[in-house]
């Protein structure tokens, strides 16, 4: 027999008879109209979870996981404020009818429905999936994350006492919000949670304020495999840094009483609490799932007539809130209306072109305030001696640094943080003296995770600070990358633009350091990155255009909202000489703070017609150095820039190469999976210009003399380049 139809029966049956589970007593704190309210919105997360499978069995709804069992979340958001920014769990139905309940004008019954329909109506996601979230709740959406939310919660909370000291323009949260994460017990086990309870109990001991409130849903189960009893609390009850406090799920009013007292504690002494919350889990995990297939029968039971339904009608009863009689007549209209309901959505649009899909993909453009730039004087004040060597050829990473310091002039949003940035000034100097500018609250020394880092910076995003995060090293990325494709990129294409996670994740990379590293200091590896729908990667090849590049990038994330990674070639960091030592041919002067390269808007070198060499980063600068010797062999050359490598200049890269006789495609990055596939295909589809590539091998990279032998090189370029004019293969 279908387990939902035997707990409904269940329900009915025994609160009819007065057949109540043993349990505990009401304890004070909640009155009886809002006892009654918290039953409601039980129940109506119940009737939506039936409603739901209902959907799904006739083709009208479609993959879901349910909150039965967890209905006890209803008194947590209770005791919450609405405008307490609320990452949840996807068992959290319950928390958020309630929290609907606390905001006039809200249609929750019906838009949830939109979401299990996959309407494009649905008001949260537009019909991209069925998530939890909605804008005016203060819930941003989630889908079926392993706690990966959680280092963006600790983000959230940070950001929150950042703003209280540094308002941004479009600051999202109040003063006074506390950040709310909720997760699974069998999630919490998860490195990335495991990071986050690290970082929110390391920034607590250290006494700097972080607000953040976690709620541990332990049903004891994930998907299958138990969690051993006892683990949780022998986990967090004495986690530094971080209160516990511990409740029955399965009792509203003492939920409510525990979560009262949590949330007061995270509210008035600005630190991380714990949540620990007993719930039960209903109808197995997700879907289809059939949860005697791998417990025995009597376990199964035994949650079933622990239903949480069951136990707040007791309690309703017992403090003469509710009569039995009357909280079967709620169950049993509000099941009616659900189901009237949905026969009204399930007739409503739904997304059928990809270009409804993507079109949440960017996010709007937002208005922003005005700047005119630094004064004279503010400027003089944060370069100091440094102002009087703008006007002199510079390596790449002053002309970075210097930017920075132009752009946190002007935007006072602008945070940076990552490890080392402070007081090292970063492991390359880029960030140097930039600490001692504008102080630490605005540059961040974080821990030794990359994970914490992109999670911060997610957090602060979403109240109004522009984020500049520093990953050491691109093979660090690795480490953390869901942070960008599974949270970043996903917020705004889950919430139809209303969410967004602006920001610049500056990030060392590529290869060719000599004398040191290897595969963990030289990466070559993009892909991932370009591989993140709506995601921008720039790259620049020399110091003039990544200070350009980088106003850009700070333009896109401020006005447009973007995700934008900037990648910088560690190797071109202090190149002096271009073609011999002490030509001085790859310093520039520091470009007018008005300069900008557009998104799109490719470099070009020469302009000769028989040959177009296509590259970025070092590859730029071993290919100037092949463009030299070519020439004086009566090869007329051109070198183009890409810059921007995802998305790919198309138009522009078409046009720079129209009028040439050959094309070569010199690419740092690795043969399989690397930014030359991209190209070749794009001039095979686009062009009849005979076109060949150089590319690395598909190697991890080597220390000492082998350093770059596994890429290209201004020999290798100049070989090929001969070869494809001569039509030989290579």
């Known amino acids: 027999m279908d387990r939902t139809r035997i707990v409904e029966e269940n329900f009915l049956t025994r609160v009819a008879t ?47 996981i349910g909150s039965s069992g967890h209905e006890g979340m209803a008194a947590v958001a209770h005791a919450l404020r609405p405008t307490d920014p609320a990452f949840l769990h996807y ?60 280092p963006k919660a600790v983000g959230a909370a940070y950001a929150i006492a950042a703003a209280r000291r540094n308002r941004p323009e479009h600051a999202e949260y109040a003063d006074d919000a506390i950040a709310v994460a909720t997760f699974g017990d069998a999630s919490a086990n998860h490195s990335t949670a495991q990071g986050a309870f690290n970082t929110a109990g390391w920034t607590s001991f250290q006494s700097a304020p972080l607000p953040i409130l976690f709620v541990c849903e332990d049903n004891g189960i994930g998907i299958s495999v138990k969690t051993p009893k006892g683990w949780i609390a022998a986990s967090f009850a004495q986690r530094p840094g971080i209160r516990y406090f511990h409740a029955d799920g399965l009792n509203i009013y003492e939920t409510y009483a525990v979560a009262r007292a949590a949330a007061d504690y995270v509210r008035t002494q600005r630190k991380p609490a714990f949540l620990h919350l007993r719930t039960v889990r209903l109808y197995g995990h997700a879907g289809a799932d059939v949860a005697t297939s ?108 210097w930017a920075l310091t132009d752009l946190m002039l002007d935007h006072p949003e602008i945070t940076l943080m990552g490890e080392d940035v402070g007081r090292k000034g970063g492991v390359y100097g880029i960030t140097q003296k930039l600490q001692n500018r504008f102080g630490p609250d605005r540059v961040i020394d974080t ?123 560690i190797a071109l960091y202090p190149m002096r000489d271009l073609d011999a030592p002490g030509d001085g041919g790859w310093m520039h002067p520091y470009p007018a703070p008005d300069e900008r390269i557009g998104l799109g808007e490719i470099g070009q070198h020469g302009d000769g017609t028989d040959l177009a060499i296509v590259s970025f980063g070092n590859g730029v600068y071993l290919s100037r150095q092949a463009q030299a010797r070519l020439l004086a062999e009566g090869v007329a050359a051109r070198v183009i820039d890409l810059r921007w490598l995802s ?44 076109t060949r590539r150089i590319a690395a091998e598909d190697s991890f990279i ?21 070869a494809l004019i001569a039509g030989q293969k290579q």
């Open 18 to 64: 007065g057949d109540f589970p043993a349990g505990g007593d009401p304890v004070a704190g909640l009155g009886d109209d809002d006892a009654v309210g918290l039953f409601r919105a039980q129940v109506l997360s119940r009737a939506l979870d039936l409603e739901a499978r209902a959907m799904q069995k006739a083709g009208q709804g479609y993959y879901t």
């Open 91 to 150: 068992r959290d139905g319950a928390f958020q009818i309630a929290r609907a309940g606390q905001v006039p004008g809200q249609t929750i019954l019906r838009d949830m429905l939109l979401s299990f329909a996959c309407s494009a109506e649905d008001p949260i996601s537009g019909g991209r999936h069925k998530v939890l979230g909605s804008k005016a709740l203060c819930i941003p959406p989630q889908t079926s994350t392993i706690a990966s939310h959680l």
């Open 294 to 401: 791998y417990l025995p029968r009597a376990e199964v039971e035994a949650d079933e007539a622990n239903d949480p339904l069951l136990h707040s009608a007791r309690l309703l009863a017992a403090t003469g809130a509710l009569a039995p009689d009357a909280a079967v007549n709620i169950y049993h209209d509000t099941r009616a209306e659900v189901a009237q309901a949905a026969q009204e959505v399930i007739t409503r649009p739904r997304l059928r072109t990809a270009s409804d899909v993507m079109g949440s993909l960017v996010p709007p453009a937002r208005a922003c305030a005005a700047t005119n730039g630094p004064t004279d004087d503010a400027r003089a004040a944060a370069f100091g001696g440094d102002l009087k060597s703008l006007a002199e050829p510079q390596p790449m990473s002053r002309l970075i640094n």
């Open 447 to 569: 821990l030794l995770d990359e994970t914490s880092i992109l999670g911060l910076a997610i957090g602060m995003a979403q109240n109004g600070f522009i984020p500049i995060p520093e990953i050491q090293f691109l093979a660090y990325l690795h480490n953390a990358e869901d942070q960008l494709r599974g949270e970043a990129a996903t917020l705004p294409f889950f919430s139809n633009g209303q969410y967004t996670n602006p920001m610049v994740v500056r990030i060392a990379g590529l290869g060719y350091q000599k004398g040191f590293g290897g595969h963990f200091h030289n990466d070559n590896s993009v892909a991932v990155l370009r591989d993140i729908p709506g995601l921008i990667l720039a790259c620049p090849s020399n110091g003039a255009d990544a200070a350009r590049m980088l106003r850009e990038c700070v333009r896109l994330a401020r006005e447009e909202q973007r995700l934008v990674v900037f990648l910088e070639p």
């Open 647 to 690: 998305p790919l200049p198309r138009a522009a890269l078409l046009e720079a190469v129209r009028d040439c006789a050959h094309v070569l495609i010199v690419d740092e990055t690795r043969r399989s999976g690397g930014v030359s596939e991209a190209l070749m295909t794009l001039m095979a589809e686009d062009t009849d210009i005979p």
């Open 702 to 722: 080597a220390t000492g003399p082998a350093y770059a032998a596994t890429m290209p090189s201004a020999d290798t370029i100049h070989a090929a380049a001969r």
